[in-house]
């Protein structure tokens, strides 16, 4: 065999272990949703207690009333819950917009704070810990600032986490509101469902984990004071906590009829922009928590710690290569007696992929389409490589604020 070859043959081996991989989360979350779907959420019956539900926002005055708004409106004893909008370093109208609500409603519990470049502006984290100084619930909720959640949705994640002591927090799903704006939101919509929610399923299912998405989310107030708040360092704040929240002998479950929709990127340099502040952010956690790994206490977080490993340096690598050697092979300037074979795997894969996606579909209503198979082929050739370009550069940005000690800053999502 050539070095092409065993270069070939390590990255295929690679390959299929984590398509595997996620063909077993695939089948475990849709057995899990199969259970859900069954069976209605049981809703607490004693005290409500009282939430405090964060919205962190940064120059959010296109999204944050309708926001808002919807928060207001949800299903739970309005005297038991508040909603403190952190309004952080914004610079358009959207402390006098959040000035007219409250006007509005002048009998809830609603708290706007507005921050200046010298309390605020440096990032989520920051933002949620001064949110978090201000609140007095027993519960803490957290939704985007373009999120509009479903008017159960609290009632269900807060029924959830009163009827389990060793849940820590509870994470609801949220759904791509503007799924039907271009090919590009039908790409997230489908992301979303497959690789976002079906694995957190089939983690829940499997191993009793889940990581906390960043909004729809409810957790104890106990933990964050435990913890000492969210880490100002971290832009993926939701993995970070998630990790500590593991370290602390809680769990995270997954309830997937507690819903929110949110507003997805529109454009691809919004969306890269986005994503790449993801991966960096999921880059800096890994890297936190590799010494986890050699932990013998933290057993509960090591198929985490592993599974973004793999996919953020072992899979990006593996696609990298393999298809390098495949190009290289193909123009007569490397020789791999395996390159047939390869691409004999290589169709599969995306057989499978189609299959898998397209499964974990039809567990929502409204997506059973057979239009959806040309969406997800048409995603693999096109979204899925520009996946590897956002890791890639991901990795880049970090290392380059590492070298250079840049501080979090807020990554703003344009919205739309």
């Given amino acids: 065999m050539t070095i092409a070859d065993i270069l070939m043959l390590i990255s295929v081996l690679c390959i299929w272990s984590l398509l595997l991989v996620n063909v077993v989360l695939i089948v475990a979350g849709y057995l899990y949703y199969i259970q859900i779907e069954e069976k209605p959420v049981p809703l607490w019956e004693g005290e409500m207690p009282f939430v405090s539900i964060m919205v962190p926002a940064h120059n959010e005055a296109k999204v944050i009333i309708q926001t808002v708004e919807s928060l207001l409106g949800l299903e739970y004893p309005h005297d038991r819950y508040e909603i403190i909008v952190i309004n952080d370093n914004s610079s358009d109208n959207s402390s006098v917009l959040l ?4 006007s509005k409603h002048p009998g809830r519990n609603m708290i706007v704070l507005n921050t200046d470049a010298v309390t605020g502006g440096k990032g989520k984290s920051n933002a949620l810990n001064l949110g978090f100084a201000q609140s007095r619930g027993e519960l803490i909720a957290i939704y985007d600032a373009d999120n509009t959640p479903e008017r159960k949705a609290l009632l269900y994640l807060v029924s959830e986490i009163m009827h389990d002591a060793s849940l820590g927090a509870v994470i609801g799903k949220f759904r791509t509101r503007n799924r039907d704006v271009n090919m590009l939101t039908r790409f997230i919509n489908v992301e979303t469902l497959s690789f976002q929610w079906m694995a957190q399923a089939g983690r829940w299912k499997l191993f009793k984990l889940c990581t ?5 989310f409810i957790m104890r107030r106990e933990i964050v004071e435990h913890i000492g708040g969210w880490d100002v360092k971290a832009i993926a704040e939701d993995t970070e906590i998630s990790f500590r929240i593991y370290m602390m002998g809680y769990r995270i479950k997954f309830q997937p009829k507690a819903v929110t929709w949110e507003q997805e990127p ?3 340099k919004v969306w890269f922009k986005q994503r790449t502040r993801w991966a960096k952010g999921n880059i800096y956690v890994i890297v936190k928590n590799i010494p986890l790994l050699f932990d013998r206490s933290a057993s509960k977080v090591r198929f985490d710690i ?5 996919i953020y340096f072992l899979l990006l690598t593996s696609l990298i290569m393999s298809d390098m050697l495949l190009i290289l092979n193909a123009l007569g300037y490397v020789t791999t007696t395996i390159a047939s074979f390869s691409s004999f795997l290589w169709m599969l894969a995306i057989t499978l992929f189609v299959v898998g996606t397209f499964i974990t579909l039809v567990t929502e209503k409204g997506e059973m389409r057979l239009s959806n198979v040309w969406i997800i082929l048409l995603m693999y050739v096109s979204y899925c490589q520009l996946w590897m370009v956002v890791a890639a550069y991901g990795f880049f940005t970090y290392l380059k604020d590492l070298v250079f000690k840049r501080e979090a ?3 703003k999502t344009e919205r739309f």
């Fill in 306 to 310: 592993l599974y973004f490993l793999s």
């Fill in 212 to 216: 906390i998405p960043g909004t729809n």
């Fill in 99 to 102: 000035s007219n609500l409250q």
């Fill in 266 to 268: 529109q454009t691809v």
């Fill in 409 to 411: 800053k807020w990554y």
